[in-house]
């Protein structure tokens, strides 16, 4: 066994104990600046219970990701997802069991949407930016076709998303049911990348695309597969996402949140365009974010600063990372022992 | 000619790549209105020759003297300010913009882009070389002939005075040929100094009045083109020393293993041969030649045209490299490592395993019990020195190591049949003879290899037969009794142009 060393450990889990610098010195800061813990555990679990729907838009976005793709379109997918499922719950909200038609055709929509992503890459193979810049204005466009006008919002929806994302857990503070969904489907994201056949697939597709296409895989079925399997996750998210605000949704619900989670897989160390990392980076970096966001709006920063910071810590993080590849390249190039003693003289 | 100045003077250059001198003390002059071929075989040192002169690598000695200057490396800008461009195998044009506007890129015409002055260049150009080529058409829609014919225009543009064409006439059709003949010559009478590499004696004998001979990164001889013959160059370019060991093989040769009918796809055709259970069969040819090619269509990863591949006697229908492996047993490890043959990124396990995770998995689960087993089977029987099969990633292995987990990887599928595409290239010299027995072990358990390979010892030292490739078809086959370098480049530089 090679002896793992501190630096190794330390390069994984920067990313936490950049999380737990954060956590403190806001705690620091709440003290002097507003007179109140951060530490608190309503605050600590409010927090937790409002980002569980990103990370679990995260697990797509992080197969997506480690497969060597990326996707644009998340957004207005899940706004899509977001719509038809409040208009095929209509009216029948007090129904039973109709809930489970809601929920599923909510998750079929965003797997068949996802996947058409992925077929249009698989097809084409170019660069999935582009599939997906186009693919996120029709989505865009046939939710407001669909609702009959922008700015929609539905409210009392069925009391099943209230109850799958955003019920109290009563004995652990502001800790909602959402978050419970968030652990389930990171535990299943992480099991199928690190122990099934399918998951060292999803590396080796970001990996080295050539080299699979060799082994006899399909890379454009892999391809699609992987979208396929995140639009899944996107679905759920919404669901949890519905939940979490109470059984209402408005057609913004879900736009402009793929960058945040991406921003927070990248942070985390999730390669975008494959190459490496876990669901549990994607976890930190996305839980590193929504602390700097909600503890600076806890804090009363401008709104505006916000995003100058996220933006800062982002590049910074990006900085780091190049860095280090470029160290650990240059390493690789070096020859170990001394000059002959011939060059020495001369 | 004695008189003439030297428009370019290379004087003893050397130049060292890890573990390999690719050129000692090379001293060549090219003269102004000649043209001058430079000939080698695979690795002889020629590119490395050219790119010396470019100033893409800078020489670890020697001395270039271009216009009465003498430096000891070039750089790119340097070489272009004397003049000096070279026309690779691989175009360096700009495949959206037009014909004139390739010639004339990185000229300052006027403050803004100016059309129709680019237009008039490029049809002077065009016209002097009595070609006719529309100079708006853009590149991508010209043929590979006239862009070509843009590549030299864009050089004679820039006053060039010293042009290297390396392999020129590889993707040229006969006609094209001529028309590029007709070109240099008339380049030569302007007062070009004209480089020509090419691995078509033919085409030698038939446009240059000089050549040069390397091998093995060693200079060997200049000639007058008209005073030399066919077998007298060839007996230069081999005449190699052969100083490689290999190590002894007690193996059977049985029944036909895999056989070839009329395989044709990829830009190679009518492909035949057989090979045999227990045999090392070395497949060589000049790089560019189909080996590769033909062995990804037998390997299901390109399309066949048309033909057959019979696997222990019965016709095998192989679709992709899924049925090539798990149905017909035949295995390939491909000649670009890095980039086809692992994941870089990855443990050596998870590589080695990589093919058979369907036979390891269990409802979608990898069983990581049977993945350590067969990785340590592998890595043990490899020998692949690492700390630790689990954690190291094959990006920190040597070459030669990771050469090994691609090997193993290959192997894990159980074949019977492997294809080794350039088993040896850039690892080490202990690593070879690792891979020579590697290849032995598997010969006298009975398996069928098959060995692509550019390097002659090699070839010579470890094949049982030898199937030689000439352009894109078979040239010919050699049994042992027969093996002679002579015989094998002659064959394999029998020139001929695609269709």
Redesign the interface.
Same mark, same amino acid.
């Given at each position: 066994?090679?002896k793992k060393k501190f630096k190794d450990y330390l390069r994984e889990y920067m990313m936490v104990l950049v999380l737990i610098l954060v956590l403190i010195i806001f705690e620091i800061l709440g003290q002097t600046m507003v007179g109140r813990n951060f530490f608190d555990i309503s605050n600590l679990t409010t927090l937790i219970s409002q980002k569980a729907y990103l990370v679990i838009v995260g697990v797509g976005i992080t197969f997506i990701m480690l497969g060597g793709a990326m996707d644009l379109s998340t957004g207005y997918l899940l706004s899509t997802v977001g719509m038809v499922m409040a208009l095929v719950d209509g009216n029948k909200s007090g129904d039973g069991t109709f809930f489970l038609l809601t929920f599923l055709v909510g998750i079929a929509l965003a797997v068949v949407l996802s996947g058409f992503n992925g077929v249009m890459y698989s097809w084409l193979a170019v660069f999935p930016f582009i599939i997906t810049l186009a693919t996120q204005y029709i989505f865009q466009g046939a939710t407001y076709l669909l609702t009959g006008g922008q700015n929609k919002t539905f409210s009392k929806l069925n009391p099943a998303f209230k109850g799958l994302g955003g019920t109290p857990i009563s004995f652990l503070g502001n800790l909602k049911t959402g978050v419970i969904v968030m652990v389930i489907m990171v535990i299943i994201g992480s099991i199928i990348l690190n122990?099934?056949?399918?998951g060292?697939?999803v590396?080796?597709l970001g990996?080295?695309p050539?080299?699979v296409?060799?082994?006899? !895989?399909?890379v454009a079925k892999m391809r699609i597969a992987v979208f396929a399997l995140a639009g899944l996750f996107f679905g759920i998210a919404q669901i949890i996402n519905i939940g979490n605000k109470g059984g209402s949704v408005q057609q913004s619900f879900g736009v402009g949140d793929e960058f945040t989670v991406m921003a927070g897989a990248m942070l985390g160390g999730v390669k975008m365009g494959g190459?490496?990392g876990k669901i549990s980076n994607m976890v930190v970096g996305v839980y590193l974010i929504g602390v700097l966001d909600y503890g600076m709006k806890y804090l009363n920063f401008n709104q505006y600063w916000i995003y100058v910071v996220l933006g800062i810590v982002l590049l910074a993080a990006i900085v780091l990372d190049t860095l280090q590849t470029r160290a650990a390249i240059n390493a690789?190039k070096k !020859?170990s022992g001394k000059p002959p003693k011939e060059a020495q003289a001369a | 000619m004695t008189e003439k100045v030297p428009a370019l003077s290379l004087k003893g250059i050397r130049k060292v790549f890890?573990g390999v001198v690719a050129l000692d003390n090379v001293s060549i002059d090219f003269y102004p209105g000649e043209v001058h071929a430079l000939i080698g075989e695979n690795g002889a040192g020629k590119s490395t020759f050219i790119k010396a002169i470019t100033g893409a690598h800078a020489p670890d000695g020697g001395t270039i003297t271009v216009d009465g200057e003498t430096y000891t490396a070039m750089t790119p800008a340097l070489s272009r300010q004397h003049g000096i461009e070279c026309i690779y195998q691989e175009f360096n044009l700009i495949d959206v913009l037009s014909a004139a506007e390739n010639i004339c890129y990185g000229e300052k015409l006027g403050r803004f882009v100016n059309q129709r002055k680019m237009n008039e260049i490029a049809k002077k150009i065009f016209d002097d070389f009595g070609v006719d080529i529309n100079p708006s058409t853009l590149v991508r829609d010209l043929t590979p002939g006239h862009m070509q014919i843009v590549e030299i225009a864009k050089a004679v543009s820039k006053n060039c005075k010293i042009l290297i064409l390396d392999e020129p006439t590889a993707p040229l059709s006969v006609a094209e040929v001529e028309i590029l003949f007709k070109i240099v010559n008339q380049l030569r009478d302007k007062g070009v100094a004209i480089i020509f590499i090419s691995h078509r004696l033919d085409e030698v004998f038939e446009l240059t009045d000089r050549v040069s001979i390397l091998r093995d990164g060693v200079y060997i001889t200049t000639l007058m083109t008209k005073e030399t013959n066919r077998a007298e160059l060839i007996k230069y370019m081999v005449g190699r020393e052969m100083t490689a060991t290999f190590p002894p093989r007690n193996a059977q040769i049985g029944d036909v293993a895999l056989e070839l009918k009329y395989l044709t796809g990829n830009k190679v055709k009518n492909i035949s041969f057989k090979a045999h259970h227990g045999e090392v069969l070395g497949v060589s040819g000049l790089v560019g030649a189909g080996r590769t090619e033909i062995m990804k269509v037998v390997?299901?990863?390109e399309k066949k045209q048309w033909g057959e591949v019979y696997v222990n006697g019965k016709k095998a229908d192989i679709h992709? #490299? @899924?049925?090539?492996?798990?149905k017909y047993g035949i295995c390939?490890i491909?000649e670009d490592r890095k980039?086809?043959?692992?994941?870089?990124?990855?443990t050596i396990s998870?590589n080695i395993v990589?093919?058979v995770?369907?036979k390891i998995?269990h409802a979608?689960?990898?069983n990581k019990k049977k993945e350590r087993e067969i990785a340590e089977f592998y890595g043990k029987a490899m020998r692949i020195k690492a #700390?630790?099969l689990d @954690?190291?990633k094959v990006?920190?292995l040597s070459g030669g190591n990771q050469q090994k987990v691609v090997v193993g990887k290959a192997l894990a599928t159980q074949s019977d049949i492997i294809i080794f595409d350039e088993p040896t290239r850039g690892i080490d010299v202990g690593a070879k003879y690792e891979i020579y027995e590697l290849m032995n072990q598997m010969a006298e358990e009975g398996k069928c290899v098959i060995m692509v390979t550019s390097d002659m010892e090699e070839l010579l030292g470890m094949s049982d037969r030898i199937v030689v490739f000439g352009e894109r078809c078979l040239a010919g086959e050699l049994t042992k009794d027969q093996f002679s370098q002579e015989t094998i480049l002659d064959m394999a530089s029998t020139g001929g142009a695609t269709e």
């Open positions: 066994m090679q122990k099934t056949h399918f060292r697939n590396y080796a990996s080295n050539d080299a296409a060799l082994s006899g !895989v399909s190459g490496g690789a !020859v | 890890p390997f299901g990863a992709s #490299p @899924k049925d090539a492996m798990h390939l491909p980039r086809e043959g692992c994941f870089l990124m990855e998870w990589y093919n995770l369907g998995s979608g689960f990898v #700390p630790n @954690k190291t990006m920190t």
